[in-house]
């Protein structure tokens, strides 16, 4: 008796040439020694047997739980006009998929394509997907979707419905109020309207003062709780940004609005750290901020790499960002853009309460967070290795660190990013090697070098590290014109 367990698979196709044949019987095997119990005419059809009570057992019997269609120029022809066993089958079959049966129980294989490379579909079936087995370099990963079919375990799993963001339920979530503004901004680039650079202004001087609005108060419950809360009350200023930042990017000039944004980021610098006026605080009080302006840091890059504006992301990296007050605790009045990364002890508290065993609450938090932008998170990876790489190439001192918690996610990544990808050409690589402070690339192999000697030198997540030759592509760099 067949366990429960095991999944039954009715197998249709046709007698088109005998290499076909051994072909169908080779996959029919290879299915069936993976767990798979296949009902196949050559196994399961004796002589004296009717040949039309078989066919219709792929749906009279209730244990059959899928059936294969494989299809090649033979079994498309005979499908479409009817003809011999397949004109017969396909009659069962079609009768099922348009008026019975759920839409998973039939599958296509296509087993060969036509001279403009199109599959053989019998025209009932041409709407729907198909597992394509049809060329040999990508068996492999057609072979394992065919046995997911049958098993009933896809690659990609819905999820579960999970609660709506606080900031759509709680109404007592901090907003900017720069909702006016920013939509009369990307309206002003979008049309080359004059006013927009003023607009600008007062939309980053408005961003800038009402962040206050998230500085956390009070001692209700964890105060990692009431970090995470805040982030996520965040989420559509942030959004709103981005926004901006993308039309800029499309429709205005980097170049002379980089300065703009290089005074906004600037500005932000006072709200990751205890401000004057307060005299009790622990360094977790204002790690929503930290985490917060980390976060638009890294998308301001990402935007602007994406775009290919690299005069705009060097100044962003390059130029000293003045700090009001800090020469007067004799402290260097400028700091660089690592100022912008910073620890977040919160989060690691969080990770241990919760027992959450993540080797990153940050990275994950970025994330999952990302799926909301509209910007791939391996642009943001990619922004985060160029500022870690450059900080690196240029540090004077072991404070100078960019710690890029979203290469965790960049572990078993071995492609190259796409900036560097790019750089295969000679002539791109010369726009790009600002980006990391260098004019050569000897001085990045050199660092490199020093990477391969000594792996502990690399930002690591337990066990984990990543490897920059690979994101860099290094070995193709520059060797094309």
């Not at 079609?94 to 019998?122: I, M, N, T």
């Not at 680039?189 to 650079?197: A, H």
């Not at 205005?252 to 906004?264: A, I, Q």
Request: with cysteine.
């Amino acid at each position: 008796m067949t366990s429960p367990e095991i999944p039954k698979l009715f197998v249709s196709y046709s007698w088109s040439t005998p290499a076909h044949e051994q072909w169908v019987l080779d996959l029919a095997t290879e299915v069936s020694n993976s767990g798979v119990e296949v009902i196949l005419d050559k196994w399961d059809l004796r002589e004296g047997h009717d040949s039309v009570a078989f066919m219709e057992m792929m749906v009279t019997d209730p244990s059959i739980t899928k059936v294969l269609m494989i299809c090649d120029r033979a079994y498309t022809t005979k499908a479409d006009g009817r003809a011999g066993g397949v004109g017969t089958e396909t009659q069962i079959i079609s009768r099922e998929v348009y008026e019975k049966q759920s839409q998973d129980k039939f599958a296509a294989v296509v087993a060969e394509k036509d001279e403009a490379g199109k599959p053989y579909l019998p025209t009932y079936y041409k709407s729907r997907i198909y597992i394509d087995l049809s060329e040999s370099d990508r068996y492999a990963e057609g072979f394992e979707k065919l046995l997911r079919w049958i098993f009933d375990k896809p690659l990609y799993v819905k999820p579960e419905i999970g609660k709506p963001p606080s900031f759509l339920t709680d109404s007592t979530a901090p907003l900017l109020g720069t909702t006016v503004l920013s939509k009369r901004v990307i309206e002003g680039l979008k049309n080359d309207k004059s006013y927009v650079r003023g607009a600008l202004d007062e939309y980053l001087s408005l961003f800038t003062d009402n962040l206050e609005r998230f500085r956390l108060s009070g001692t209700d419950g964890e105060q990692d709780d009431r970090v995470v809360k805040s982030i996520e009350d965040f989420t559509p200023s942030r959004n709103e940004f981005l926004n901006i930042l993308t039309t800029l990017s499309q429709y205005g000039d980097t170049v002379s609005y980089g300065p703009k944004l290089h005074r906004f980021f600037e500005s932000l610098i006072r709200y990751l750290s205890r401000p004057p006026e307060v005299h009790q605080w622990n360094e977790a009080d204002f790690d929503n901020f930290k985490f917060i302006i980390h976060e638009l840091f890294l998308y301001a890059l990402a935007i602007l790499l994406r775009g290919e504006h690299f005069e705009a992301a060097v100044k962003l990296l390059s130029q000293p960002y003045y700090v009001s007050g800090n020469s007067d605790h004799g402290k260097n009045a400028t700091v660089t853009y690592i100022v912008f990364w910073d620890y977040l002890s919160s989060l690691e508290v969080r990770n241990k309460r919760l027992a959450s065993r993540r080797l990153s609450l940050r990275a994950d938090l970025l994330e999952q967070r990302s799926k909301t932008t509209g910007i791939p998170f391996q642009q943001v990876m990619q922004a985060d290795f160029i500022c870690f790489l450059r900080a690196d190439l240029l540090h004077t001192n072991r404070y100078d660190n960019w710690y890029p918690e979203t290469l965790i996610y960049a572990t078993r990544h071995y492609r190259p990013f796409e900036v560097f990808a790019r750089s295969i050409s000679k002539a791109y690589l010369d726009r790009i090697l600002p980006l990391l402070g260098v004019s050569s690339l000897n001085e990045v192999k050199k660092k490199l070098d020093e990477y391969a000697a000594d792996r502990s030198s690399l930002p690591r997540w337990d066990h984990q590290t990543f490897g920059p030759s690979g994101l860099l592509g290094f070995d193709q760099l520059g060797t094309r014109a």
